[in-house]
Nanobody, 124 residues
Framework: QVQLVESGGGLVQPGGSLRLSCAAS????????IGWFRQAPGREREGVSC????????YYTDSVKGRFTISRDNAKNTVYLQMNSLKPEDTAVYYC?????????????????WGQGTQVTVSS
């Protein structure tokens, strides 16, 4: 019943912007922490950002600080990841996930529910 669906990926030039969306169904998104992760070919899946539900604290991996912003729209049951100043190194499949608890954790192994992923390609 718990479903997460990512959208908003695509091809963008370096320096461009994209906004990814993570839409939830069959549960109330604002009750739980939502994390964004990414995985590039030959790379481990890594945490990108997370927003908690307890106090809406946000977290970012060092490589995206100042460029990415995570936010929540409770009315739409959706979490967004605004990505600005994109670099080729940001190219990956991006996933959203939840562990159905209100706190963020850095490890992807903590999260039990995942979306199908959306491809982000940054290239000139």
């Amino acid at each position: 019943q718990v479903q997460l669906v990512e959208s908003g990926g695509g091809l963008v030039q370096p320096g461009g912007s994209l906004r990814l969306s993570c839409a939830a169904s069959e549960f109330t998104l604002d009750t739980y922490a939502i994390g964004w992760f990414r995985q590039a070919p030959g790379r481990e899946r890594e945490g990108v950002s997370c927003i908690s539900s307890s106090d809406e604290s946000t977290y970012y991996t060092d490589s995206v600080k100042g460029r990415f912003t995570i936010s929540r729209d409770n009315a739409k049951n959706t979490v967004y990841l605004q990505m600005n100043s994109l670099k080729p190194e940001d190219t990956a499949v991006y996933y959203c996930a939840t562990d159905l608890i209100p706190f963020c954790f850095p490890s992807p192994y903590v999260y039990n529910y995942w979306g199908q992923g959306t491809q982000v390609t940054v290239s000139s």
